[in-house]
Each structure stands twice: as C-alpha cells, then as structure tokens.
C-alpha cells in the first residue's frame, strides 16, 4: 500500500510539473491525453471508494462479532461466578461435615467406651458362671428359698438380674448399630462432596479455558478491525493524492482549452459567427438570467417521449470537441460519474432569492468539482456519452428549486433560455 501511495504522489508531482505548454498551436491530441488521465485517475478513486467501502463492511461485521461474543464472553463470566459460589458453598460444607466427622468420632469414643465397659460386665458374668462351676440354675436359687417370700424376692432378684443383662446385651447391640450407621452417613456424605467439588473445579477450568479461548478471538478480531483501519488510512492517503492529481491535471487542461478557445477566437471569421451555435465553440455569453449551455441543435424536448416524460432538453454533438459551460454563476454541488447520468455536474444558483439547480449529464469529461464557485460561460466538462445514453449529447435540466430524485421541480429550459 505505501508503494502505491508513493507511486500516485511521484504521479501527481510528474502531472504538475512535467507539462510545459507549446509555442505552437494547442492540439487535440493534447487535450484528449489530459481528459483520458482525468478519466483513469477518476476510475482508480471509483475503485479506492469501492475498496474503502468494502472495508466498512469489513469493520462492521467485526463489530457485530466483537459483540455477538462480548455477550458470550458476560454470559461466560457469569458461570464461571456462579461455580466459584457454588465451591465456596461445597468446600464450606465439606469443612462442617470434617468437622461433625470429628464431633463424631468424640461420639464414637463415649460408644465405644461403654461398649467396652459392657463387655466387661459380660466377661466378669461370664467368669462368676466359670467360678460357681459352670451355669448357674435359676431353679437352685429358688428352691433354696426359706419361706415364701424369700421365693418372692428370689424371683424378684433374678428377674432383676435376667433383665439387666438382656439390657445390657440390647444396648451394646443398639450402640454398635449407631456407631456404624453414623459412620456410614457421614462417610457417604463426605464422599458425595468431594465427587461434587471434584466435578464443580473441572467445570470451573473448562469455563476458564473457553473464556481463555474468546479473549484470544476477541484480541484477533480487535488485530484485524486495526489492520482494516489502517488500510483504510492508507486508501483515504491514496485518494486525497489523486484529487490533488486530478486537480492538478484538470488546471494544465483548463488551460489548455482557454488557449485553444483563444486560437480559435481569433481564427474565426466575422461570417462564422451566425453558424457558432453547431460547432465545438463556446457559446457566447448572452443576456437574461441563464444562457445556452453548449452548442448544438436541440434533439430532443422536454415533455413525454417514448412512453416516458424527458425532464430535460438533449443538445446534439456536431463538433469534434463540444465544450459545456455553465447556464449562470453558482456553485457546484455535485459533481461525479453516476450510473444513469454518467459522468454528470450539478450546480446550485441562487437568482433574485430563488434557488435554480442546473444538471449537465453525459459529459466526456468533467472539469470542476464539488464546492467550486463556477462563472456564467464558464467551461465545466464536454459533452459525451456516458451513462445510459445513446450517441454523444448533453442532457441539460433546469429544476426551479432543489433537485430531488422525483423531478417535482423541473422545468422547460426552453422557457428560460433562448436556444
């Protein structure tokens, strides 16, 4: 891109200077080359505005993902607030549960501690039936009763006893039951926690690798967004040093054809000048509020022709080289190549507080640009055949107001201008 830009400003710098008028007549030739380099320089900015036009589209498009995954990359931020709250709340419940593991074992303890003193009243039962000679028949101990009520008391005291030791046995049975049912409960529930945190930090380093992945999209999207910017630096660069290129060439032909309209004033013969409205002269400056603005005959009116309303008059080429000037002093508002106009001038007057829009389409070549203050009689292209147009003319339009895309303001130029 710098080499072409360095290109064009060689270019521009050759068309300023390398152009040195000749002592001779001014040719045909001459002029031709200088409207043919306006012409490319002219197509090269279509295509620059073509490109700078499509790096819009470009940048947009990016945009529009920047923010498609802006919004992925929120929605991303949020879950991955959300896993860290929910570790939080699982390492926090795995800490309690360690600890009521811990509360439990003091549990466990006391448990133990009387399942271990129950056993040792079992085992001295069981060494007081080994001593008294092996088992201890509840039927001696009530037949040895003295009256009744000793019987009474005897059945009494080894109910009393038979009983203890049937507690005794349920509670340690009871006691090991809760020992490993606490054990179980707190063991299952320590292992579901850790499997849960396990899962939930997982989960947080995939949400973290996705959003590691956007932010490396995001930073290659934001590249290229500046990539395209600078080119479009480097085309705006690559355009305002073909307008100065363009200008530059439109003064050397400007010039050139006020010196060939000097050659030909004065070669004209006196008798010439009722036939001047046929050929590629300029018309002369005439008086009223607009003039001819080209020569030639009038080849098509204003009104309806063809199925269609003409907006406009068609002035006929009959001459080489057929120069277009402006109606009346004013300023030109536009001035391009359009698809239908080709290449085309519009200019604002402003007469006695009214706004006039002149239009000038099919020109050839186009000699003054947008916000140039142009003169009555002043040259500001050729006529051509551009556009959608058949055979060389100029189509000239006079809009009693602003021009707008409907024609509401058009009018007859026949009723201003006397051709």
Known sequence: MKQRVMSLAVAAVLGMTSFSYPANAVSNREIQQKRSAINNIQSKQSSIQSEIKKADQQIEQIKTQQAQLATEMEKLDMEVSETS??????????????????????????????IEKRNELLKERVRSLQLSGGLISYLDVLLGS??????????????????????????QEEDKALKAKKENELTSKLTTLQNDLQELEQLKQTLNQQMNEKEQLMAQLKQQEQSINEEKLSLAEEQELLEKQEAAIRSQLQQLLIKKQQ????QQSPSSSNHSNSGGNVPPVTDGVFMRPANGPITSGFGPRGGEFHYGVDIGKRAPE?????????????????????????ITHVIDGQ??????????????????????????GYMGNTGQSEGSHLH????????????????????YINF
């Open 396 to 415: 000239f339009e006079l809009h009693r107001g602003p021009w707008n895309a409907a024609k509401s303001n058009a009018v007859n130029p026949l009723s």
């Open 85 to 114: 709250a929910k570790i939080r709340n699982v390492s926090q419940t795995i800490n309690d549960t360690k600890k009521d593991i811990e509360a439990l074992k003091h549990q466990i303890a006391e448990v133990e501690a009387r």
């Open 263 to 266: 050659e030909q004033a004065a």
């Open 322 to 346: 057929v120069p277009v000037v402006a109606a009346a002093d004013g300023v030109v508002f536009r001035s391009y190549y359009s698809r239908s106009y080709g290449n085309v001038v519009f």
């Open 146 to 171: 003295q009256s009744f009520g000793d019987f009474i008391d005897r059945i009494s005291a080894v109910t009393t006893i038979f009983e203890a030791d049937k507690q005794i046995i349920q509670e």
């Open 355 to 380: 706004v006039y829009t002149t239009v000038y389409a099919h020109l050839e070549s186009r000699l003054v640009s947008e916000g140039q203050t142009v003169s009555k009689g002043q040259i500001i």
